[in-house]
């Protein structure tokens, strides 16, 4: 089975722009979350979608947004970026389970 | 807050012995807690996990041990191999919001021949 999929894998972006990430989870898995990982706060929980519908969600303001699409393929919009959301963002995807597996992430860097 | 703890930053071990890496949980909501490696430019890989119901659990060179009283997980790596070499995170969640997982700060692991 193919793993988790994470595109684009880098990208720099300019401050007030917004940026949309994208993740393909591994076949027949049906929940994808997203992290955000950065050298002082660590791995964060931003949320999760479950069969199209938000499940679950960390303390993030709104300008981080998600969606998932009827194949389970989800995407994640930051909007009006700032410095601070430079980060690793990682997605990953499980079933019933709650082992979860993630892909490579995303760099987003923010100038 | 910061509800899962992982105290050392860093651990090096000779080929060949065990490596012990601690992690400690303030969430008494927390019943199910995973082990994750994690290369440079890579995502975290999944290692082992153990419900709240168990105490023990081992899968090859890998076991994770929990106290719940002592709110307090580790996870042994007997031998330890070089490849091993690698930042180790602890996670938890509460499965009542399942998929929510709180990760400490991690460890890393270096390995030395």
């Known amino acids: 089975k193919a793993g988790v999929t994470q595109t684009p894998r880098y990208l720099i972006k300019t401050r007030g722009q917004q940026v949309t990430l994208s993740c393909s989870p591994i076949?027949?898995?049906?929940?994808v979350s997203w992290y955000q990982q950065t050298p002082g706060q660590g791995l964060q929980f931003l949320f999760e979608?479950?069969?199209?519908?938000?499940?679950n969600k960390g303390n993030f303001p709104g300008r981080f947004s998600g969606r998932q699409f009827s194949n389970s393929r989800s995407e994640m919009n930051v909007s009006t970026l700032e410095l601070g959301d430079s980060a690793l963002y990682l997605c990953?995807?499980?079933?019933?389970?709650?082992?979860?597996?993630f892909g490579p992430g995303t760099r987003l860097t923010v100038t | 807050d910061q509800q899962v703890k992982q105290n050392s930053p860093s651990l090096s071990v000779q080929e060949g012995r065990i490596s012990i890496l601690n992690c400690d949980y303030t969430?008494?909501?927390?019943?199910?807690f995973l082990w994750y490696k994690k290369y440079p430019a890579e995502g975290p890989t999944f290692l082992i996990s153990?419900?709240?119901?168990?105490d023990k659990n081992e899968d090859g060179r890998f076991t994770v041990f929990l106290n719940k009283s002592a709110k307090h997980l580790s996870l042994h790596i007997v031998p330890s191999q070089p490849g091993d070499s690698a930042v180790y995170f602890c996670?938890?969640?509460?499965?009542?919001?399942?998929?929510?997982?709180?990760f400490g700060t991690g460890t890393r692991l270096q390995v030395t021949l």
């Open positions: 076949s027949g898995h049906r929940s």
């Open positions: 990953a995807s499980g079933t019933n389970s709650y082992e979860q597996y």
């Open positions: 979608y479950f069969s199209e519908t938000q499940r």
């Open positions: 969430n008494s909501m927390f019943d199910y």
């Open positions: 996670a938890a969640m509460n499965t009542g919001t399942a998929s929510k997982l709180t």
């Open positions: 153990i419900s709240s119901i168990k």
